[in-house]
């Protein structure tokens, strides 16, 4: 102790207006406001609810030689400078490397056929059909029971699909670009509300409507794309944000930006009027054709956050409708799943609790990058979905920034005071508070085929998110603490 | 019975429909209800459920349709009723709770109170350490009131402290007053030229208090925790910084440490410090018998907590410290001791101390010990007088009721005085107590009247002894001030009242009784002489 030590603070503080944050006895809160001290009290609960393994993984953490803090501001630093941007539409198995004519994508963590959800079976029973694998239902079943269908999340491939989250090779896809880190992200074309693949449905006004999506929409729209140029993804969200979306459950704004950017393009293409109209109104029928745009704009801002060295920063959340899947940064390609929940929510008409498929869908990726639920006090519409008024929004959103790394000064919340949106979800926060990522979503029947029964919030799984610190306490961790402490 | 109303050009948002059709579902006699706008879909579905389509086809995606399934027309309308009511209530007051509640953790208060500068931990000891290094993390000085944080933690948390120049004090700290302001166990002390780092809670309130009362005042008061010099590992880290400080700080004048003696090597370097810091310094190792001064030190050593406040002053004053046993004259205290030993039985052998304050209790067992070299306490430093079961005094004791024994699974008995009053009520019947000394700890964090609580123990202890043929003296000192807000005069007035002699320090209370058990034994002598 002989180095000559920084007192300043100290003989500051000696001179400050004292300002306290009381964690413990409130006794000694109230005595300090009695003496005229500015004093905050701190409801405090034990950490990770007193959980004694975690807490202890949370300490090795702390301790860890790695920088955690500095690797995770990296990481957050990475997502806020993303640039998504879109900048072309093309079809799958030419487009996605590693994409083959057999190879099935689907939502959230690896699954195998047998253990795969209804909708989602429907989904790729739906897509099989589609490439012309099969002939119908039972064929395609035994098909994808064979063994000669790849299955593979989207997440591993650079995609994200809504719900069931089916990708075959022949679908066209619009492809993103991050453009201040060059990785790409892609998604297909939402197909509309109903009876549609990502909600299981496989019948021929389905298939049909995915082959007018290759035949008439794709062109055009590569073709309006090519005469329009790159569209920045990051400030139609940040438009739509301010007009009431939250980019997941909510996409009106978003999808009417849309349609107002490319619309004067589309009729300049010189294409036949009827198949202009057509797809206008295919867009405009739409409320969540702009998800699909939302989604791989997400995607490709946290790809490039991946693999950061000693960052516990969320990269992907994702469920395919039997597991809840968690990515960490600092952790690769690991899953770190748990069983997917019931959402709970309100439902459609003539659609009950009980007609409902447990969580589905790569959605949460608007979550993970910090939109969607984590900005519900941006979409006040939808506010009957979390409790009933805007306070209860503005709640949510609020209680998101104590698991969060950053504020994203681009995504403004206008009734926050255009407070930037909470972004980055740090894994050991999660665990830690106890408090879970609020995420929005879409309520698919739990029957293949059916489409969307309701909409609500979803409880992801705690254990996803304390398997992954007690991983990420195994890869960076100090000794633990009985080995360190030698008296 | 189904029965379609459509409202027309009613537009309502489908998730506030949604929630609407699920109340109207709870009216009298209704077994299912729809309340949706009028898409295609909508249409197609209720079709398909079996309502009127005649009713429906007048429905556009614009207007309202209420579908309802249920038993009479009656409720059909009570049902209408209901989802038009639901849908025009005024929005419910905000439920925000998670908006306008404290915050749950120490990041999310800081998010409000951004000017925050220090954070007060009182938990349990195996979350403080944590939450302590979060504190550091966001820029804070910590007040780390907690005790049984690890040791591995307190090095790891102040050298943290140290790196970010940032003042961490405790763990196990009670008392701190800084830039004027009482934290957790203090007292309402002037402003003044003292300075104070303290290891233990009650030696800093003892002292802080009797450079109040002596006229002077404190600048800042510093709790180092009680391992910060004792700990060869821990080094001194909070108790040198704090020297620095408070060698840096204008308004402090002179520097007090007070703490048990100190790791030689920490000694050695909290002595250079001192030195270093130029200003003239007290400095009191509690139970260690003060250096002689050099006459090339800054450094003053004092021989209890009262000389520790009285020399503070006397420095900050630049008077001559002319130290002495009583503040009274010494035929006053003669006539105490007279009054007090007169009526004493015999079989009245025994010094009892029922102490709350730990540093206190200290004091105590030290000067008795000294002056009778048989005195036990839990907090004994020769194993052969340390109390076997610190809930049974025997022979002389001292007891330090704030002890782990005493406050595991019950507040201290400085908030809750009911661990001392029962002690007092059990030993009451003992014969062999001659005389019993205690401490009255006031000020913030503090009983709202300790005084008052422990009253009819003294009364009753006394009043065995009187009924027994004997007299029990009792002597009691205040640690607080004028200003604290118990009302320190009433607190006297209240153990006066009970029979206590009320001293103006510890010390005096406990040389006091030292004089009284002397008496009784000499007497007893004299006694037994004549009875040869």
Known sequence: MTEQSRVEPVTALFKSRLSVVNLGLASFADNLAAVGAEVVQVDWRPPAGGDEVVLAALDRIANSEIDVEAANKKAVDILLAAKPTLIDIGVAGEVIPGMTPTTVLHSGPPVTWERMCGPMKGGVIGGLIYEGLAKDRAEAEALAGSGRITFAPCHAYGAVGPMAGIVTAKMPVWIFENVAFGNRAYSTVNEGLGKVLRYGAFSDEVIERLRWIEAELYPVMKKALKRHGPIDMKGVIAQALQMGDEGHNRNRAGTSLIIRELAPTLVQLGEPVERIVRILEFLNANDHFFLNLSMPSCKCALDAARNVKGSSMIVAMARNGTDFGVQISGLGDRWFTGPASMVEGLYLPGYSAKDAAPDIGDSVITETAGIGGFCMAAAPAIVKFVGGSPQDAIAYTTRMYEITLAENAAYQIPALDFRGSPTGVDVRKVVETGILPVVNTGIAHKEPGVGMVGAGLVKPPRNCFRDAVLAFAEAYGAAPASSRSNP | ?532
């Open chain 2, 1 to 532: 019975m189904k029965t379609v109303f459509v409202e027309k050009e009613s537009y309502y948002d489908s998730a506030l429909l949604m929630l609407t059709s699920q109340e109207v579902k709870k009216t009298s006699g209704v077994h299912d209800a729809t309340v949706a706008m009028g898409t295609a879909m909508n249409l197609d579905l209720l079709r398909s459920l079996g309502f009127d389509a005649a009713a429906l086809a007048e429905a556009t995606p614009n207007d309202l349709v209420i579908a309802i399934d249920c038993e009479s027309a009656e409720s059909a309308k009570a049902a209408r009723a209901a989802a038009k009511q639901a849908l025009s209530r005024k929005a419910k007051p905000a439920t925000g709770d998670a908006t306008n509640a404290a915050p749950t953790s120490l990041v999310a208060a800081l998010r409000d109170q951004t000017d925050a500068n220090l954070a007060v931990i009182s938990l349990p000891g195996a979350y403080a350490a944590r939450e302590a290094r979060k504190a550091l993390e966001s820029g804070l000085h910590v007040m780390l009131f907690s005790d049984n944080v690890s040791l591995e933690d307190e090095i790891a948390l102040k050298a943290m402290s140290r790196r970010k120049g940032l003042l961490l004090m405790g763990p196990d700290c009670g008392t701190a007053i800084v830039n004027g302001m009482p934290l957790c166990f203090a007292n309402v002390v002037k402003r003044g030229p003292v300075g104070v780092i303290g290891a233990s809670g009650t030696g800093i309130q003892e002292v802080t208090c009797l450079i109040d009362r002596a006229g002077s005042g404190v600048s800042q008061a510093i709790g180092a925790g009680g391992r910060d010099l004792k700990n060869e590992r821990v080094g001194g880290a909070t108790t040198l910084m704090g020297i620095e400080a408070l060698a840096d700080d204008d308004e402090t004048k002179v520097i007090v440490i007070i703490s048990k003696p100190p790791a030689k090597a920490v000694a050695e370097q909290v002595v250079a410090a001192l030195e270093r810091a130029g200003k003239p310094a007290v400095a009191f190792f509690v139970g260690a018998t003060p250096a002689p001064r050099r006459t090339d030190s800054v450094v003053h050593f004092a021989g209890n907590l009262e000389e520790t406040a009285a020399m503070a002053v006397a420095l900050a004053k630049g008077k001559r410290y002319a130290p002495r046993a009583f503040s009274a004259p010494e035929t006053e205290i003669e006539a105490i001791v007279k009054r007090e030993t007169r009526r004493v039985a015999p079989s009245q052998r025994y010094l009892r101390g029922y102490f709350t304050g730990g540093t206190l209790a200290d004091e105590a067992w030290i000067v008795a010990h000294r002056a009778t070299g048989d005195v036990h306490s839990n907090n004994q430093t020769d194993p052969k007088f340390v109390l076997a079961d610190p809930r049974r005094s025997v022979g002389h004791t001292v007891v330090d009721l704030g002890d782990d024994a005493f406050t595991v699974g019950r507040p201290h008995p400085m908030i809750d005085p009911s661990a001392r009053v029962e002690r007092m009520m059990a030993e009451r019947k003992d014969r062999g107590i001659a005389v019993v000394v205690v401490d009255v700890v006031i000020g913030y964090g503090s009983h709202p009247d300790p005084a008052g609580a422990f009253a009819p123990a003294v009364e009753a202890m006394r009043e065995a002894a009187h009924k027994r043929g004997g007299y029990l003296p009792v002597l009691a000192s205040i640690t607080g001030t004028a200003g604290d807000p118990q009302n320190f005069a009433q607190q006297k007035a209240k153990l006066e009242a009970a029979g206590c002699v009320v001293m103006p320090s510890n010390h005096q209370a406990c040389a006091l009784a030292t004089k009284i058990l002397e008496r009784i034994g000499a007497r007893r002598k004299s006694r037994k002489a004549g009875a040869r």
